[in-house]
């Protein structure tokens, strides 16, 4: 499993890479709350410390909950019952008071991973909209049967949106899947991906733009 730690001591952080790594965890650890909303696309599940040097945790956990579902157990010194309850209630999957011991810290982890793959609907892994096949998996894309050639970014976006089809994807989650963050001159590439992505699948009416908004793939 891909773990991603958002914690700012370096002897927890230290001894938690360790047995993670020890029972087959890849680890990526960071120091910043920022980082979190940066690196959290390529992992399976988050352990976030309030205690961060730039932004609280908890409202960490809020912002992400905005753009994701990954998995998130929070991991910190912070017991009061006001810190635990709004730690859930923001949608933490589960909540862990320092110090732990790591065995239950790994029960834990696995029993929120059971949960989150017992919840979680199958989606498709192919999606076709008109005469346009998207294979997510192969990272392939037909249009009338021939295949077009897309950039790898060109790709991701369009995979982000095959996935939601027929349902407005807002702009700011586009930004959060493809590159993880929402700068403004990433904000710019997105709208040349965009064009240059209509112009190959030669079908513009299919890829929508909602003003003020973000897209839709389909009707």
Do not use: C, N
Request: cysteine-free.
């Amino acid at each position: 499993m891909r773990i991603l730690l958002a914690e700012d001591d370096d002897g927890v952080a230290g001894a938690l890479v360790e047995v993670l790594y020890d029972h087959g965890h890849l680890t990526r650890r960071v120091t910043h709350g920022r980082d979190v909303l940066t690196y959290h696309r390529s992992s399976d599940l988050l352990l976030l410390d309030l205690g961060l040097p730039d932004v609280d945790g908890l409202e960490v956990l809020r912002r992400l909950r905005t753009v994701s579902e990954l998995s998130v157990v929070v991991l910190t010194a912070r017991g009061d019952e006001r810190s635990v309850v709004r730690g859930l209630r923001l949608g933490a999957d589960d909540y862990l008071v320092k110090p732990v011991r790591l065995t239950e810290l790994l029960a834990r982890i696995e029993a929120v991973t059971r949960r989150t793959a017992a919840q979680a609907p199958p989606g498709p892994r192919t999606v076709r909209v008109g005469d346009v096949e998207i294979a997510l998996d192969a990272r392939q894309v037909h249009v009338g049967g021939a295949e077009v050639e897309l950039t790898t970014k060109e790709f991701d976006v369009l995979a982000v949106l095959a996935r939601r089809t027929g349902t407005a994807v807002s702009r700011e989650q586009v930004l959060d899947e493809v590159w993880g963050d929402a700068h403004h001159a990433v904000s710019r590439s997105l709208d040349v991906h965009l064009t240059q992505l209509r112009a190959k699948l030669g079908r513009p009416e299919l890829l929508t733009t909602i003003r003020g908004f973000g897209f839709r793939l389909g009707d």
